[in-house]
C-alpha cells in the first residue's frame, strides 16, 4: 500500500512546482507549495525517521482456515524515508529514487495452542523506489503520469520482493482553495491480488486555517495551523509493512511473506525545529486490518496463516527534514 501512495502524493508535487516557475515570483511561490506538499505529505520529506509503539492486544491465528493459537501480541515499528532526486527533464518530467528501512518487532505473551520458540523476534526490511514522472495534457486538463520500480529485500539478502507499477491522474479541479484528482494505478506484482487501483485526491482549504486532505486509499485527514511553526491535525491513515521469513516446516512454504494493513486513528501534532527539522507526535487507535503470511511469490489472498488482532492504542514520534 505505501507503493501505492507514495505515487500518488508525489505527483501532487512536480506540476505545482512547474507552475510556480512560470512566473517572475518564483522562488517564493516555490517554496510555499513545495513546504505546503510536505507538511500535508510526510512521504514526500527528504528524510524521515518515525518509531510507532503499538499497545499489546489478543491475537487470534489461523492455520490454513482452523485456529492454531491465541495469546497477547505487541509490536513497534521502526521506518526510515530517504527521498533522493537523480535527473530532471526541464519543466516536464523527473526521475527520483526513494530508500526506506523498516525494522519490525513482534512480541508474543500468554500464547495458548501452540508452543511458540521465539516469543519475540526483529525482522528488516529494505526497499529501493525508482521512479520517472511526467506533466502532460489530456482532453486540455493537466495530465500526470509516473512509472516506477520496486525492490524489496529483508534479513537474508536478495530480491524477495518486487514490483512495476504505473499511474496517470487527470486534474478535474484546481482553484485557489482546492485541487481534485482522479485516476489508476496498474500493478505488476506477483503477490498483488488487486492489479488496478483507483485514485483520488481531494484537498480544499477551509476557514480559520483548516485543510482537508482527502487521499484514496492512503489518508482523510484535516489540518489546522496554530503559528507559523506549528501544526494539529485530526484523522485516519492507512499503514502497511512487509517482513521476509524462511522456514523449514514441509506444512508451509520454504519462503514466505508477512503482510500487515493497519489503520491509525487519531490527533497529531507537529512543531519545526529550526529551518531544517519537524519534530512530530501522534497518538490514537490502531485498527488492524490485515495479517497474513503467504508463500513468496504466491498472490496475497492464497494465505496459509491469518491474524486476527485486537483494536489497541498506539503513538508515533517522528522526525523529519524539511530544506526550506
Given at each position: 500500500?505505501?507503493?501505492?501512495?507514495?505515487?500518488?502524493?508525489?505527483?501532487?508535487?512536480?506540476?505545482?512546482?512547474?507552475?510556480?516557475?512560470?512566473?517572475?515570483?518564483?522562488?517564493?511561490?516555490?517554496?510555499?507549495?513545495?513546504?505546503?506538499?510536505?507538511?500535508?505529505?510526510?512521504?514526500?520529506?527528504?528524510?524521515?525517521?518515525?518509531?510507532?509503539?503499538?499497545?499489546?492486544?489478543?491475537?487470534?491465528?489461523?492455520?490454513?482456515?482452523?485456529?492454531?493459537?491465541?495469546?497477547?501480541?505487541?509490536?513497534?515499528?521502526?521506518?526510515?524515508?530517504?527521498?533522493?532526486?537523480?535527473?530532471?527533464?526541464?519543466?516536464?518530467?523527473?526521475?527520483?529514487?526513494?530508500?526506506?528501512?523498516?525494522?519490525?518487532?513482534?512480541?508474543?505473551?500468554?500464547?495458548?495452542?501452540?508452543?511458540?520458540?521465539?516469543?519475540?523476534?526483529?525482522?528488516?526490511?529494505?526497499?529501493?523506489?525508482?521512479?520517472?514522472?511526467?506533466?502532460?495534457?489530456?482532453?486540455?486538463?493537466?495530465?500526470?503520469?509516473?512509472?516506477?520500480?520496486?525492490?524489496?529485500?529483508?534479513?537474508?539478502?536478495?530480491?524477495?520482493?518486487?514490483?512495476?507499477?504505473?499511474?496517470?491522474?487527470?486534474?478535474?479541479?484546481?482553484?485557489?482553495?482546492?485541487?481534485?484528482?482522479?485516476?489508476?494505478?496498474?500493478?505488476?506484482?506477483?503477490?498483488?491480488?488487486?492489479?488496478?487501483?483507483?485514485?483520488?485526491?481531494?484537498?480544499?482549504?477551509?476557514?480559520?486555517?483548516?485543510?482537508?486532505?482527502?487521499?484514496?486509499?492512503?489518508?482523510?485527514?484535516?489540518?489546522?495551523?496554530?503559528?507559523?511553526?506549528?501544526?494539529?491535525?485530526?484523522?485516519?491513515?492507512?499503514?502497511?509493512?512487509?517482513?521476509?521469513?524462511?522456514?523449514?516446516?514441509?506444512?508451509?512454504?520454504?519462503?514466505?511473506?508477512?503482510?500487515?494493513?493497519d489503520l491509525k486513528t487519531g490527533p497529531g501534532v507537529e512543531y519545526r525545529l529550526g529551518k531544517l527539522l519537524l519534530a512530530g507526535v501522534s497518538a490514537g487507535l490502531w485498527t488492524p486490518v490485515m495479517y497474513r503470511q503467504y508463500g513468496r511469490w504466491e498472490k496475497s489472498n492464497h494465505?496459509?496463516?491469518?491474524?486476527?488482532?485486537?483494536?489497541?492504542?498506539?503513538?508515533?514520534?517522528?522526525?523529519?527534514?524539511?530544506?526550506?
Amino acid at each position: 500500500m505505501k507503493l501505492i501512495t507514495r505515487s500518488i502524493i508525489c505527483l501532487l508535487v512536480l506540476p505545482l512546482v512547474s507552475k510556480a516557475q512560470d512566473s517572475l515570483a518564483k522562488a517564493q511561490m516555490k517554496k510555499a507549495i513545495i513546504v505546503d506538499a510536505l507538511l500535508k505529505n510526510p512521504n514526500l520529506r527528504p528524510a524521515m525517521i518515525s518509531t510507532t509503539f503499538i499497545s499489546r492486544g489478543q491475537l487470534e491465528g489461523n492455520f490454513k482456515g482452523k485456529s492454531i493459537l491465541s495469546g497477547d501480541f505487541g509490536q513497534r515499528r521502526t521506518e526510515v524515508l530517504l527521498n533522493l532526486p537523480v535527473k530532471n527533464w526541464g519543466k516536464n518530467g523527473m526521475v527520483t529514487a526513494t530508500i526506506t528501512y523498516a525494522r519490525s518487532n513482534f512480541q508474543l505473551s500468554d500464547v495458548k495452542g501452540v508452543e511458540i520458540r521465539d516469543p519475540e523476534l526483529s525482522k528488516n526490511t529494505v526497499g529501493l523506489t525508482t521512479t520517472y514522472r511526467r506533466v502532460d495534457s489530456l482532453f486540455g486538463r493537466m495530465f500526470i503520469s509516473s512509472a516506477s520500480v520496486i525492490l524489496y529485500t529483508g534479513d537474508g539478502g536478495g530480491v524477495n520482493k518486487y514490483a512495476v507499477m504505473g499511474s496517470g491522474m487527470i486534474m478535474l479541479k484546481k482553484t485557489a482553495q482546492a485541487t481534485l484528482m482522479v485516476g489508476a494505478q496498474v500493478i505488476i506484482d506477483p503477490t498483488a491480488s488487486l492489479p488496478v487501483v483507483p485514485l483520488l485526491v481531494y484537498q480544499k482549504q477551509l476557514q480559520h486555517g483548516f485543510d482537508l486532505n482527502i487521499t484514496i486509499p492512503q489518508q482523510l485527514t484535516l489540518r489546522k495551523t496554530l503559528s507559523k511553526n506549528c501544526w494539529a491535525s485530526f484523522g485516519t491513515i492507512l499503514s502497511s509493512s512487509v517482513s521476509f521469513f524462511n522456514f523449514s516446516s514441509p506444512d508451509v512454504p520454504r519462503n514466505a511473506n508477512f503482510s500487515t494493513l493497519d489503520l491509525k486513528t487519531g490527533p497529531g501534532v507537529e512543531y519545526r525545529l529550526g529551518k531544517l527539522l519537524l519534530a512530530g507526535v501522534s497518538a490514537g487507535l490502531w485498527t488492524p486490518v490485515m495479517y497474513r503470511q503467504y508463500g513468496r511469490w504466491e498472490k496475497s489472498n492464497h494465505y496459509f496463516f491469518d491474524g486476527k488482532v485486537d483494536t489497541t492504542p498506539y503513538i508515533n514520534l517522528n522526525l523529519s527534514l524539511i530544506p526550506f
